[in-house]
């Protein structure tokens, strides 16, 4: 593990973070005052900014640890990827926020994507128990997926998808123009240093609907984009799958569902979803373009498209983490042309998530 992702030196650049923030803040205040309502702790609301920015950078923070940190961090996961709260209050980055165990029952509960599952130590859940929740040591809490740290069995944490009948008919993967050579040339789909390929789900919704469309022309990808659930909002690629297919004709394809709805898939052996089960894969930019239909390449990406796509510099530590999973020299899909490879930038989108 690289030593610039020890807990320690972590929680310092979170510290030196927050302090510029502050003093960016008192800057831009009358009177240069950098209080903040709710005390000196961070809790409540900003001057100059939002209670909704500190809910952010908690889920941010949270999920780096949860996915990402918890091993390096000292914190065990257990077979359904709990941690326990006191342990994760803990941690620096947040322990320097002042991050409180109701703050995080705050954050989990109104988190709109439901990336967390947070229950007491019998068992109960979130909503289950008007608790004492002053008391972090009666609680437990997981990233419900996006993981790159080994799980002990995904069985805990996600449900497995093994019936054909009862399988979503299409899910969507959301990327980007950029990753699509990448993304031919391997192949398929690979997870990019996560444990699974993400996918929202079309299950009963218009993403199904459209794939049932004979026209091209009739898909609305900028709308896909937007109200498929699970699914990333700027994705200007749209992958389908048909999962239902990979079933029949590749069991060894394991696919699952997390708690929040997002369908995932490690791939077949070799960690890749091969492309004879794209359904299609269209650009979300007008005017549509359909790079792939049933299994089969039907254009090619335009040279000048390629020339202008970039990927959203919060997705370029997925390389890294690749490289780092599988000792691999393959940046994959996640690399950003005309950058330095693995360049990494903070938040959640390190975290790049069909989240």
């Known amino acids: ?90 941690w620096g980055p947040l322990r320097s926020m002042g991050v ?27 909503d289950e128990v008007e608790a004492d929740i002053a008391n972090p040591s009666a609680w437990r809490i997981r990233a419900n997926q996006g993981h790159s740290l080994p799980l002990a069995s995904d069985g805990g944490l996600l449900q497995a998808i093994v019936d054909v009948a009862s399988a979503p008919a299409i899910v969507c993967h959301g990327t980007f123009v950029a990753a699509w050579p990448q ?37 609305d990808t900028a709308r896909l984009a937007r109200t498929i659930p699970g699914l990333r909002k700027n994705a200007d690629l749209l992958v389908f799958l048909d999962v239902r297919r990979a079933l029949c004709e590749d069991p060894s394809i394991r696919w699952w569902r997390s708690d929040n709805g997002v369908v995932l898939t490690e791939g077949n052996a070799d960690g890749v979803v091969p492309a004879r089960f794209f359904r299609r894969v269209v650009t979300t930019a007008a005017p549509t373009l359909v790079l792939w239909r049933d299994g089969h390449r039907t254009s090619e990406l335009p040279a000048a498209l390629l020339a202008r796509a970039r990927m ?31 360049q990494k930038t903070d938040g959640e989108q390190t975290d790049g998530q069909t989240e």
Request: proline residues 1%; aromatic residues 2%; contains cysteine.
């Open 1 to 90: 593990m690289d030593e610039m992702d020890s807990a320690d030196v972590l929680a310092a650049q979170f510290a030196d973070r927050l302090s510029e923030q502050g003093k960016h803040s008192a800057g831009g205040q009358r009177g240069g005052s950098s209080r903040r309502r709710g005390g000196g702790n961070g809790r409540g609301k900003r001057e100059g900014g939002s209670s909704s920015s500190r809910a952010v950078d908690v889920s941010r923070a949270l999920s780096k640890l949860l996915r990402h940190q918890a091993t390096s961090a000292g914190i065990v996961l257990d077979g359904e990827g709990y941690a326990a709260l006191d342990q994760v209050l803990a």
């Open 183 to 219: 993304i031919e040339a391997s192949g398929g789909l690979r997870p990019m240093g996560r444990n699974h390929v993400h996918c929202g789900s079309c299950e009963g919704g218009e993403g199904e609907a459209d794939m049932d469309a004979d026209a091209d022309a009739d898909l």
């Open 100 to 126: 409180t165990a109701a703050e995080v029952r705050d954050v989990v509960a109104s988190n709109e994507k439901q990336r967390f599952g947070m229950k007491r130590v019998d068992g109960d859940g979130i």
């Open 312 to 342: 959203p510099g919060n997705m370029r530590g997925a390389a890294v983490r690749a490289r780092a999973k599988d000792g691999s020299n393959n940046t994959g899909q996640q690399t950003d042309r005309g950058r330095t490879e693995g």
